[in-house]
């Protein structure tokens, strides 16, 4: 295995970070607290346009994300179902902000933020940042950062429609008004998604002990809204007042197939209101809400956010809500021009989570938080450096300091860019795995632990983007992480047919790693990209669960006069699910076509898995991963 990594390493390092062709001076505000240009920033950044996010088709991000370098996702089967990610084969999940701020529900076990409902709809661009983020970020940040940037009002008012038809009975309706009127900027957007779905598990066999497709359908059904309202009130004040929310309900069908139960009930049908169907069905009440106030000087620029979010799970019935997570938040920065060359950043937040279950045995628990951070960057010719440091204080385990030192090199002659980063992380444990006291999980019962001790990450990663001519790029980079402390789950003790668990620090993960991609441009209408993530992370099998050896994606793009079209693939090797079942050596290819019938009007139709492939999400679980289907989207401005 040492061999096949050292091979590895020395033929990607002369390959080629990204699934498609990155701009070097697209503008990004995640890597830094202040906006800066991608070729300036030593950290790894991957950016999905508006753009991109069209151009890919699919109707869900989890599953575009699942198709960059170095993000692996994992999802609990069916459409829309719980989603989280991961980094470089840490099997923490990175921090998911939205503008900026975390959006991590308080609540969940192994803490995240759920990706499944998530929709490309409102959202300008996705930042994408790899390795430990805490000096800058704080908590949650240990792997890296996904950073959800929003929709805002630009140019002329006016109104975009999207109606979308697809397999499984889907529908999506999208309505949005968005412009500027003199000082004012506004987007406001709703949208209904409902499908019936495809069954969340594969219909398994109990004499042979396999699954195969089929089974009865789990619908799926998300109503949105989003507005951001912005006001310039001159001199360089400015603000701007975000609400995202939504509602989504899962259909499942909860059954085991055996001998003595070979058919199962269709939880799934609305008319169905047996207490086994009612618990089937996963409700989602989701509200975010930020305000931003901007003051620039001559030299300085000052910030302020406050921002709440709540997220309420009905898991076991309708009328009433089990798990209620509660988040608020304030911060205020303060970024000063010392020289041109040298910038500092200042910068302190408060914040409060909050997690209530109202089901027996009942829970009421809240933390409070702060931080302060300094961040330096440093120009040299064409040297940057970023260097950051913060403390953090959480009322649950005290103090933790965490820092970042980072270096990005031009080097002229070659026109190459060398990057270099060296951080250290944490990730706070959940009011879940803290408090919970008897509360189900997975197929037992949670017991809390309050002495839980925050996991804590070293992250290293050095390498190249090589830009030959606006035809032919190459990016290669070494990675390198360890995480302390790791949080997982032992049995605690068993009640009759009733299994406890609980939470402990115990296990450390160390992942390295090799990410390369290719972009070719051999014509002016085509475009061809390549990119390979290598990974080694160390689990209970040798590798950590759903984390693949290699995840090889490639596409080939075609724009030409007013046709687009892209087909996308992506290769999974050996990977390995929480049972040590190996779920990988499979591929998917999708594609995408849109014709523009005029200036106003643009119809499209998505095709996802080609091939019909049959995989795994997960084998011990038996989620199901979706078959062939195809959806068309009508695309109007007014």
Not at 90 to 96: E, F, R
Not at 276 to 283: D, G, K, M, T
Not at 495 to 511: A, E, G, H, M, R
Request: aromatic share 14%.
């Amino acid at each position: 295995m040492k061999l096949k990594f050292i091979l590895t390493t020395t033929i990607c390092l002369f390959l080629a970070q990204n699934a498609h062709a990155l701009n070097l001076n697209t503008i990004v505000v995640s890597a830094s607290k202040v906006k800066q240009k991608v070729e300036d920033s030593p950290t790894y950044i991957q950016v999905l346009t508006h753009k991109d996010l069209e151009d890919n088709g699919n109707p869900f991000v989890s599953n575009i994300l699942n198709q960059m370098p170095g993000v692996s996702v994992e999802q609990g089967g069916g459409i829309g179902g719980e989603t989280m990610a991961f980094i470089r084969g840490i099997p923490v999940s990175p921090k998911v902000m939205m503008d900026g701020v975390s959006i991590m529900s308080p609540y969940y076990p192994f803490p995240h933020f759920n990706l499944g409902p998530l929709m490309p709809d409102n959202i300008d661009r996705i930042e994408i940042l790899q390795g430990a983020q805490s000096g800058l970020w704080g908590a949650n940040a240990a792997s890296g950062i996904i950073n959800i940037i929003t929709q805002e009002g630009k140019g002329k008012p006016h109104i975009d429609y999207k109606q979308t038809y697809g397999s499984f009975g889907t529908t999506k309706e999208y309505l949005a008004l968005s412009g500027e009127l003199k000082k004012f900027n506004f987007y406001v957007a709703g949208s209904a998604y409902d499908t019936i779905g495809i069954p969340q598990t594969y219909s398994y066999n109990y004499k042979t002990h396999t699954y195969s497709r089929g089974g009865k359908r789990d619908g799926y059904h998300k109503y949105s809204f989003y507005s951001n309202l912005g006001y310039d009130f001159g001199d360089g004040l400015n603000t701007n007042l975000i609400t995202d929310l939504y509602k989504s309900t899962n259909y499942t069908d909860i059954c085991k197939y055996s001998k003595d139960n070979p058919v199962c009930p269709n939880n799934s049908a609305p008319s169905n209101l047996t207490p086994l169907a009612q618990s089937s069905r996963h409700v989602v009440d989701y509200l975010f809400t930020k305000l931003n106030i901007d003051k620039k000087f001559e030299k300085a620029a000052l910030n302020f956010e406050t921002h709440y979010m709540q997220n309420n799970s009905y898991m076991y019935s309708p009328s009433s809500a089990p798990w209620k997570g509660r988040t608020y938040d304030a911060s205020l920065n303060l970024s000063y021009n010392l020289v041109p060359t040298t910038k500092l950043v200042l910068g302190i937040d408060y914040g409060k989570d909050r997690a209530i279950y109202d089901y027996t045995p009942q829970i009421d628990v809240s933390r409070e938080h702060a931080g302060t951070f300094l961040e330096v960057l440093q120009t040299i010719q064409n040297l940057n450096f970023q260097a950051s440091a913060r403390e953090d204080h959480y009322q649950t385990f005290g103090n933790t300091f965490t820092y970042k030192l980072g270096a990005n090199y031009y080097f002229e002659p070659t026109n190459t860019i060398f990057k270099a980063n060296w951080g250290t992380g944490f990730v706070a444990p959940s009011m879940f795995d803290l408090y919970a006291n008897g509360a189900p999980f997975r197929f037992g019962y949670m017991k809390g632990n309050p002495n839980l001790e925050p996991e804590k990450s070293k992250t290293f990663d050095i390498g190249f983007i090589q830009k030959f001519s606006n035809y032919l790029e190459l990016s290669s980079s070494f990675f390198w992480s360890k995480i302390d402390d790791l949080i997982t789950t032992k049995l605690a003790s068993r009640v009759k047919d009733s299994q406890y668990f609980t939470p402990i620090n115990l296990n450390k993960t160390i992942s390295k790693g090799v990410e390369s991609s290719l972009t070719f441009k051999p014509a002016k209408i085509i475009e061809l990209t390549l990119s390979d993530t290598y990974t080694q992370s160390s689990g209970p099998y040798g590798q950590t669960s759903n984390i693949p050896y290699n995840s090889l994606n490639g596409s080939i793009a075609l724009n030409w006069y007013k046709i687009y079209a892209q087909l996308g693939g992506q290769y999974i090797s050996t990977m390995y699910d929480n049972y040590g079942n190996q779920i990988g050596k499979y591929a998917v290819f999708n594609a995408n076509v849109s014709y523009k019938i005029n200036k106003n009007a643009t119809i499209s139709l998505y095709a996802q898995n080609i091939f019909n492939r049959f995989y795994y999400a997960s084998w011990g679980y038996g989620y199901a991963t979706p078959p062939r289907s195809f959806y068309t989207t009508l695309s109007l401005k007014f």
